[in-house]
Every structure is written in C-alpha cells, then in structure tokens.
C-alpha cells in the first residue's frame, strides 16, 4: 500500500507539522491505520489522503493544547502576481533556516513543507490544505516578509 | 553557505528519517491490517478455502524457496532501480557544478559517508559533473551526474550509506561478487555496494531493446 519512500516522505510532513519526531511517528502510524481501515478511493491519492488525515489530526490535537491559531484572512493588499515563486529569490543558510523554523507557524512550515519538498504550486498547495487560495497567498506573503525580516535579523545579531 | 530557501528546506527535512525499526514495525502493521478485512468478511466456506490456499501457499513456497531468490531482495532491488530512473528522467537542476569530488565532499555536509569514486566507474573524474542532495528508499543520498563515455548525454549516480536492514543483501564488489542489474522504463541500473556504500547508477548506452 505504501512504499518506504511514501512513508518516510509522509514522516518528513509530520516533522514540519510537530517539528518533533516522536510526535510524527505517532501522527503518521495514526493516519495510516486510518487510512486502512478506510482507504482512498484512488489509489493515486492516497498521499494526499494520508496527508490531510495527519494535518486534521494535528489540528485537532494542537486545538486541544489551544496551540493552532485559527487562520485569518489579512487586511492587507495581495497583488495579483503573488505565487509561490515569491519565495524562490530568499537565499538562507542552514543555521539561520534551524532559528526559524522552530519560530514559524505550523501552517507556515506546512506552506513551505508543501513547496519546497512536494513541490507543489500555489493552487496546489490550495487544494491540500482545503483553504481559498486568497489564504494562502496572504500567508504567502507574511511568510515572505517574516523570513527576510528574520533573516536579516539573525544576520545583523539583531532581534531574534 | 547560503543556498536557495527550497533547498534549504529540502535539506532540513530530509535529516528526519525513521528508523528502519520503525519502517519495519509500520510495514508489518501495514500488511497485517491489509489482509485483516478480508478474513472478517469471508463465510465459512471462504474462510475454510482461504486457509487451505494460505497452506498449499506456504507449502508451495516451502518447496521452492531454496531455489529462489529471497523475493523481498529482488522487490528491493526494483525499488531502487525505479528511484534512481524516475529522478535520472526528471533531471532536476544540480546544486553543485563541480569535476573535482573534494568539492562535492566539501558540498555534501549532512552525509553519514564519504562520497568515492568507484572501480565500478570508468574515469569517474573526468566525466563527473556535479551533484544534488537526494535520497533513497528515504536515505538520504548524493544524486551525481556523470558524462557518458561516448555521447552528450549523462547518467546519474546514487551513493548512499549501505543500510543492511533497510536495503538487504546487496553484492559487495570488495568481494569479489558482481553488481546487480536491473531495469525500470527501459533504462538499465547496476547496483553494489563498495567500501560501505551503495551505488546506483543508470547505464543510458544500453537499453532494453538491445
């Protein structure tokens, strides 16, 4: 049902969900036992499937801990130019990658997760996680501008 | 170093990996809960016709098995050969341009081994080209790029820690034994084990139709 790739592909995702491996291990046996007892109806979109299953999990538990913020749409201005590819300019190395992402929001790791590793597009991204495009264009966005206000934070010895 | 955001991240997520105990442990729950449904759905009748295939099965298994390879080596085997060709055909950029393997090995930090070039490998300075992180069967591993030997085009090669467990038995050329070969999409991949590490590499100046 699912290769060793698929799974340690599926772990990975549960580490940027938790950012702890014990914790993805726990999601990920979890949503595969779901997952066997009622499987996809297409085998193609079994990750997809096995994926949201981890992420509903995770929420559910993260809103019992009062951890997952709910998502608000922003006030602010989205341009229509606004994709995924925003990101591909942010240059970072791996000690100031390591400060930041204890410091982001499990949606924000999720988004990153789902772009960097998956490769997904922005509308892709959209689907997975069931949210209006909108949403994730404007975390996008905050992401984008966090990021570069970190890192550039972390360079200089600033505030982080 | 700094590297681009998507690399960075690439790089980050591929250190989480689980144990083979654990892959083991998930797989086996996996199976189990598989065949599960099944058995308790089946009438009587399906249930008494399923044992007895399950018995005639492990019977027939029982008598062939000494004349067969281990089937989860050869699965293994495929598996490897379908990842290494699957990444070969979409040729993803690569981080590092480089003929000279100190700065492949400079480059590739968060590997638990020495990349090498290899006896299996003719003139392997000569035609390497550079290298992207990767992984297989979830290892992380160094996806290498190397010239053919008379033609523009280029083949990929795997290195990775050899994992017994994860992996199983593989040739060992230090032995004196033979790499494996294997096909996936009509592209041949050679398979061994060198000094400790696995090697995967495709072989483009064959093809299945030869």
């Known amino acids: 049902m699912y290769s060793n790739e698929q799974l340690q592909q599926l772990f990975r995702y549960g580490c940027a969900l938790t950012t702890n491996e014990q914790q993805a291990q726990d999601l990920l046996q979890d949503a595969v036992e779901s997952c066997l007892r009622q499987p996809p109806n297409k085998q193609a979109a079994l990750m997809s499937y096995t994926r949201t299953i981890m992420r509903n999990r995770f929420i559910d538990a993260a809103r019992h801990q009062q951890r997952f913020p709910q998502d608000t749409i922003d006030d602010e201005q989205i341009t229509l130019d606004m994709d995924v590819r925003m990101l591909e300019d942010i240059v970072i190395d791996e000690n100031e990658l390591d400060s930041l992402w204890a410091l982001l929001e499990p949606l924000e790791r999720e988004i990153l997760f789902l772009w960097a590793v998956e490769e997904y597009s922005t509308a892709e991204i959209a689907i997975q996680l069931d949210m209006p495009r909108g949403t994730i264009l404007s975390r996008l966005h905050r992401l984008r501008k966090r990021l570069q206000d970190q890192a550039s934070g972390i360079s200089t010895g600033g505030r982080v | ?210």
């Open chain 2, 1 to 210: 170093m700094k590297k681009p955001l998507n690399q960075a991240v690439k790089t980050k997520m591929s250190q989480h990996t689980l144990s083979a105990k654990h892959l083991s442990e998930l797989q086996q729950r996996i199976q189990t809960s598989e065949v599960r449904p099944a058995v308790n759905h089946a009438s009587r009748f399906k249930l008494a016709g399923l044992l007895a295939a399950v018995f005639f099965t492990a019977l027939f298994t029982a008598m062939l098995l000494p004349h067969m390879d281990a089937p989860e080596k050869q699965s293994m085997v495929q598996l490897i050969a379908n990842e290494v060709v699957k990444n070969h055909l979409n040729l993803k950029p690569l981080e590092v341009h480089t003929n000279d393997i100190d700065s492949l090995i400079h480059y590739f930090t968060q590997l638990d081994f020495l990349l090498r070039p290899s006896r299996e490998v003719n003139d392997f300075k000569d035609r390497l080209m550079g290298g992207r992180y990767c992984s297989l069967q979830g290892i992380t591993a160094a996806q290498l790029r190397l010239k053919t030997q008379t033609s523009s085009k280029a083949n990929t090669l795997y290195q990775t820690e050899y994992r017994k467990a994860v992996f199983g038995p593989l040739p060992d050329i230090d032995r004196n034994q033979k790499p494996l070969v294997a096909w996936a999409k009509g592209i041949k991949v050679r398979i061994w084990v060198e000094k400790g590490v696995l090697f995967a590499m495709t072989d483009i100046s064959q093809t299945n139709d030869k």
